[in-house]
């Protein structure tokens, strides 16, 4: 399975970005799916998470009430919705799915498969 995401773009800060991520597959039925983001010289971190089956939600602190993370189960697509963006919010952003519970939503090696990337970058 292969995830492709998009979305992208430079945004000025207090903008608003959506982000994509689709399955190769439309079979693909994932446990969960997440968003993780990397800055420069920073490690990657997690920013949100939605399980398949019910659709419950999980995000990382620095996003909470700002991103809403939602999914079309017949596309098998993700999406990341991101208001009142700000320049730390600035970094590339990786959609990843996971066939099971694993180490849980948060962890990056609970996730079987990740998208190439898309860069946001937000000027103050």
């Known amino acids: 399975v292969q995830l492709q995401a998009s979305g992208g773009g430079l945004v000025q800060a207090g903008g608003s970005l959506r982000l994509s991520c689709a399955a190769s597959e439309r079979t693909f039925s994932p446990y969960g799916m997440g968003w993780f983001r990397q800055a420069p010289g920073k490690e990657r971190e997690f920013v949100a998470s939605i399980r398949w089956s019910g659709g419950s939600t999980l995000y990382g602190d620095s996003v909470k009430g700002r991103f809403t993370i939602s999914r079309d189960n017949a596309k098998t697509t993700i999406y990341l919705q991101m208001n009142s963006l700000k320049p730390e919010d600035t970094a590339v952003y990786y959609c990843?799915?996971?066939?099971?519970?694993?180490?849980?939503?948060?962890?990056?090696?609970?996730?079987?498969?990740w998208g190439q990337g898309t860069q946001v970058t937000v000027s103050s």
């Open positions: 990843a799915g996971r066939r099971r519970a694993g180490s849980g939503s948060v962890r990056q090696d609970s996730y079987d498969f």
